[in-house]
């Protein structure tokens, strides 16, 4: 079974600072996807960023950004010129055979 | 753009009561999902369905039924609802078509209370 560790259940940065969330992965499989979903607190999960594991260049979209360390198993977030909307609770999440595995979480809260 | 809905933001039962919460998708989405999301737990898988009349037990099942007789409808049913099932519950589905991108697509969620 797959198994998602977000270690840090809390993060409190200043506004336009950049901020990285941690996550890690364990599984044996050798093609997947990874995502990370952000929760803000009208509660929509909405998709951030998505990694197919078999390519080794790092997802980008906008502000957010992947670190993808296949071989470590990690795969973290990056938040560059972090917004007070960014505000939320941050989901990495590991799908294999369509099914979605979910850390637990890391509140992410953006401070003017 | 895709769209998720769910029959009720928030809802509050007595223990003992049969409960229904619905969802639909508007993108003809084979696969759906029903989760529950606690404080601290992060989101765990009670059913998933590949398509209609088909249903596969999540990490979390028990206490929990599912029906799809519909494409773009899938009922999570508490046939007997207890104040452990207090939680916020939500709905997902995902295209598995070539094209796919994988993604699930969640519904703004059902916050169920109860009592």
């Known amino acids: 079974a797959q198994t998602v560790t977000q270690s840090q259940p809390e993060m409190s940065v200043q506004e336009a600072e950049t901020v990285t969330l941690s996550c890690t992965y364990d599984?044996?499989?050798?093609?997947?996807?990874l995502f990370w979903y952000k929760q803000p607190p009208s509660r929509q999960m909405i998709l951030v960023i998505r990694?197919?594991?078999?390519?080794?260049q790092n997802a980008t979209e906008n502000r957010f950004s992947v670190n993808f360390q296949k071989a470590a198993k990690s795969f973290s977030l990056k938040i560059s010129d972090s917004q007070l909307g960014d505000t939320a609770m941050y989901f990495c999440?590991?799908?294999?055979?369509?099914?979605?595995?979910f850390g637990k979480g890391t509140h992410l809260i953006i401070q003017p | 753009d895709v769209k998720v809905t769910q029959s009720s933001r928030y809802l509050v039962k007595r223990t003992g009561e049969k409960v229904f919460l619905e969802c639909v998708q508007d993108?003809?989405?084979?696969?759906m999902f029903w989760y529950r999301q606690d404080p601290g737990l992060g989101l765990r898988l009670i059913y998933f369905?590949?398509?209609?009349?088909?249903?596969e037990k999540g990490d979390i099942p028990e206490g929990y039924s599912v029906s799809r007789e519909k494409k773009e409808r899938f009922s999570l049913i508490l046939e007997s609802a207890s104040t452990n099932q207090t939680s916020m519950y939500l709905c997902?589905?995902?295209?598995?078509?070539?094209?796919?991108?994988?993604?699930?697509?969640f519904g703004p969620g059902t916050r169920l209370t109860v009592l």
């Open positions: 997902a589905s995902r295209d598995s078509g070539r094209a796919s991108t994988d993604t699930q697509y």
């Open positions: 599984t044996s499989e050798n093609n997947y996807y």
């Open positions: 990694q197919e594991a078999y390519k080794q």
């Open positions: 999440a590991f799908m294999k055979h369509e099914v979605l595995t």
């Open positions: 993108m003809d989405h084979e696969n």
């Open positions: 369905s590949y398509d209609v009349k088909m249903k």
